[in-house]
């Protein structure tokens, strides 16, 4: 095995397997119920895959889940499309253990050479849209849960939610569930990692930026262009850069993805609109970025954030659940994407079988044996703090 090479943002996969390179390959015996669960949860994820989920619309693999759950004699609650459950023998006087992953993807791009809505397997690899991102992730974690649904003396409570529109941030996700939750004290958010430890993910802030000019016509001088005044402000978004560098996440990340401006090719328009991406580390609150921005602006631009609630989020390094997942071999890393784990106000840790740099891609899909893995790891690292 080749040693793995990372640093603290990014992991070295390997290109055939997209497995994480690691010295460490822990054995953990091989058990017949989690060998049926592991089965059990490949044929849901095939019919996810099959059952269209795009956000907000995700009522038929609501359905699924459910029966899922009907077929494991669990009982669960369901608000919209989310549904969550309980272990069997809840105490209310112990502390609660979230499992999250949601079960809404993106529309599929129009790169697919494969129908994304056919759950194929071809040489170890399920094929699918939302195979991936994450419904190996969820399917792995409903194994985890049902594996110790029923168990009796333990340290924590389980709940677990499958949520909705986390691919599209909605209303209606899990946010709008957490008022249910009893006594979560911590959860594991299962996004796909390669089965490593996402110890802290970026927040994201999406502010709309609108710079005023004079409108005229082009045959005419005019030193109040919009989109000339534009340029330095642009330019200043691509080269500041925030004090503040955090250990694990890096720096703050700012881009301009969508800029517009005009309607016809002989009028000077009177503002050039465009947006900014901001990923934002644990050291600043979305609410400090913004007044920096907001501070360092000039008196011709206007500024609109379309949210502050998509914080960053993180967990201790030396939290039980992150030390049992590094006593089985696990690498820490800071997390550059956004999950549900933005609206969670307890400590969060990122865990979960795939790939991140398979989401959202054409022909996307997870390899049969990182659900076998996803599973048995998730299992190996509860049972190491419960």
């Known amino acids: ?13 390997d290109s055939h397997k997209g497995k994480v390179l690691d010295d460490l390959q822990t054995q953990i015996p091989s058990d017949p119920k989690i060998k049926k669960l592991t089965n059990q949860a490949i044929v849901l ?14 009522e038929k693999t609501a359905l699924l889940i459910e029966e899922w759950f009907t ?4 009982p669960f609650e369901r608000e919209n499309n989310n549904i969550w459950g309980y272990n069997k023998h809840f105490d209310a006087s112990k502390p609660t253990i979230l499992l999250n992953s949601h079960h809404d993807t993106v529309k599929p791009n129009g790169n697919y050479t494969k129908d994304p809505f056919k759950a194929s397997i071809v040489e ?20 985890a849960f049902t594996y110790f649904y029923a168990k009796e003396n333990l340290k924590y409570n389980f709940v677990i939610v499958a949520s ?14 957490l008022k249910y939750l009893k006594n979560v004290e911590f959860a594991i958010v299962g996004e796909p990692t390669l089965m ?5 993910e970026k927040g994201l802030l999406v502010i709309e930026i609108s710079v005023k000019g004079t409108a005229s016509h082009a045959a005419h001088p005019n030193k109040d262009n919009a989109i000339y005044n534009a340029l330095p402000v642009i330019q200043w978004f691509q080269s500041y850069e925030f004090e503040k560098v955090s250990d694990v996440l890096g720096k703050v990340k700012m881009t301009v993805t969508q800029i517009n401006a005009g309607k016809q090719h002989n009028v000077v328009p009177a503002s050039c609109d465009f947006v900014v991406d901001i990923r934002v ?14 501070n360092e602006m000039p008196k011709n631009v206007t500024i609109n954030p379309r949210s502050l609630d998509l914080g960053s989020s993180s967990i201790p390094k030396d939290h039980p659940i992150v030390q049992s997942g590094i006593k089985l071999g696990r690498i820490t890393y800071g997390s550059p994407t956004l999950s549900d784990q933005s609206v969670l106000s307890c ?24 659900i076998q893995e996803g599973v048995k790891m998730y299992i190996k690292i509860l049972e190491g703090i419960v």
């Open 124 to 143: 170890d690899k399920l094929f699918g849209l939302g195979s991936n991102d994450a419904g190996g992730c969820l399917v792995s974690l409903m194994a």
């Open 281 to 294: 580390n644990d050291m600043y609150k979305n609410e400090e970025v913004l007044k920096v921005i907001k």
């Open 196 to 200: 490593q430890l996402a110890i802290a």
């Open 45 to 58: 994820l095939q019919k996810l895959i099959e059952t269209p989920s795009f956000s907000s619309e995700e």
């Open 71 to 74: 077929a494991n004699s669990i």
């Open 164 to 177: 909705a529109e986390e691919e599209n941030s909605g209303p209606l996700g899990l946010k709008s569930v």
């Open 347 to 370: 400590p969060s840790l990122k865990l979960g079988p795939g790939d991140s740099t398979r989401s959202h891609s054409a022909d996307e899909f997870i390899y049969i044996e990182e």
């Open 1 to 13: 095995m080749k040693k793995i090479e990372k640093n603290m943002y990014n992991l070295q996969t």
